[in-house]
């Protein structure tokens, strides 16, 4: 059965926004897009409703390139063998903002205000981010007393693991309320979301 995690509030800093668009500090953007950039960060804090769901699922088999879930999901790809060899467990994840940041990137873009909409678009991102690391802590801190560490992130699309497997991998929550859907070309909706999973790995 699928748990819910909801962190707090998202916190997001300037700096970060402003290295995303390729400004190494903060003087290098003028007044005008450090205030931009600083309103943007703002409303995405406002916008985003983040939210996990994950499933804790037995593992059946790790191979060289492959990952074998009990229950018969199989997915391919060079990384498990390499980050997953020895784990026990998995735990699939599907992570969002919602998508109420989308629709006021997709708004100010077509309003023609791009710089503000570029700008809360990268802020969406690392609402994201900030999400799936809050996640991370709480999923360690809860393994850790039975004796698991966590893998590096594994999803559909990263590293060799195909992107064509991301409804595979949906398959995990056959059944189960999720806040992302998937398109037939393996776009998930909201934009501002993420799918993949951690392995259990013993700590000794």
């Known amino acids: 059965m699928a748990e819910v995690f909801v962190p707090g509030p998202v916190h997001l800093r300037l700096e970060p ?3 995303f668009q390729r400004y190494r500090t903060l003087d290098q953007a003028a007044p005008a897009i450090r205030e931009v950039a600083q309103e943007m960060t703002k409303v995405a804090e406002k916008l985003a409703d983040p939210r996990v769901v994950f499933a ?5 088999a790790v191979g060289t390139d492959s990952l074998t879930l009990q229950g018969g999901a199989t997915f391919h790809g060079r990384c498990f063998g390499t980050h997953l060899a ?10 969002t903002i919602g998508p109420a940041l989308d629709a006021r990137v997709t708004e100010m873009a077509g309003g ?6 570029l700008f809360l678009d ?3 991102w690392l609402a994201i981010e900030e999400t799936l690391r809050a996640f991370r802590i709480h999923l360690a801190s809860r393994v850790r007393p ?14 060799d693991w195909p992107l064509t497997e991301q409804a595979s991998f949906f398959a995990v929550f ?4 999720v806040p992302v859907t998937l ?6 909706t909201p934009k501002k979301s993420l799918s993949g999973l951690f392995g259990l790995l013993p700590t000794v």
């Open 183 to 188: 398109s037939e070309y393996s776009v998930m």
């Open 112 to 117: 023609g205000d791009l710089l503000e909409a």
């Open 86 to 95: 020895g784990a026990r467990e998995a735990v699939c994840l599907l992570a």
């Open 17 to 19: 926004i402003l290295r």
């Open 122 to 124: 990268t802020a969406g």
């Open 174 to 177: 056959a059944g189960e309320p």
């Open 146 to 159: 039975s004796g698991f560490r966590l893998s590096p992130r594994l999803g559909p699309g990263y590293l």
């Open 56 to 60: 804790r699922r037995r593992v059946a």
